[in-house]
């Protein structure tokens, strides 16, 4: 199935929700141009809708460069034998539809910080509903590949498990925070699509 495809060509194994996803958006191409797809049809279709695999298919958002760092909480207690928790700061130059913009955000990992950054900076609301993360490759060739699924933000947490409408997206990255954050921009580039 398509699901193969995407394995043996892009090396990526896709989460089943994922695939479902992917395999409507095949059908709808089918359904639209009234053919059979190929496999360079169905890999050229998975590149273009996930922003994935080089310039050539970047979305409206592009990480350009990053910083992940931690903070501890301010409001821990030092006498605590617990370890405290840590904020984690995203400092990063994203391409704006084609324009270079400095963001900042924080949160209680790499994701939620890139998506507070979002937030604050570009106005744009997501919030992530599932994640998954393998391997691809193998000894000193091993890179990170990372799938989020994310859901419009600001609604209760029940809310946005139960939301039909969610967009996915993948990133692969040497960096396991970069995969994260890369598979981040891609959703929100398939969610808020091509239009300015």
Do not use: C
């Not at 053919?35 to 050229?44: P, Q, S």
Request: no cysteine; proline share 2%; net charge negative.
């Amino acid at each position: 199935g398509i699901a193969y495809l995407i394995q043996q060509h892009l090396g990526l194994d896709l989460p089943r929700k994922m695939q479902v996803s992917f395999y409507q958006v095949v059908q709808d191409i089918a359904d639209r141009e009234a053919r059979e797809m190929m496999v360079e049809d169905i890999t050229t279709a998975f590149r273009s809708t996930y922003k994935f695999g080089g310039s050539k298919y970047e979305g409206r958002l592009a990480l350009k460069s990053f910083k992940v760092s931690s903070e501890p909480r301010a409001d821990t207690n030092v006498e605590d034998s617990e370890p405290a928790d840590e904020r984690r700061l995203f400092d990063g130059t994203l391409s704006v539809d084609g324009h270079l913009r400095v963001i900042r955000g924080d949160g209680n990992g790499p994701l939620s910080a890139l998506l507070d950054a979002l937030h604050t900076h570009l106005d744009i609301d997501f919030t992530v509903r599932e994640y998954s993360e393998h391997a691809i490759g193998e000894g000193s060739n091993v890179k990170a590949a990372s799938y989020v699924e994310i859901v419009r933000g600001g609604q209760e947490v029940k809310d946005a498990r139960k939301s039909s409408e969610s967009w996915w997206g993948v990133g692969v990255d040497s960096d396991i925070a970069g995969s994260g954050l890369r598979a981040v921009l891609s959703a929100v580039n398939n969610a808020i699509g091509d239009r300015e």
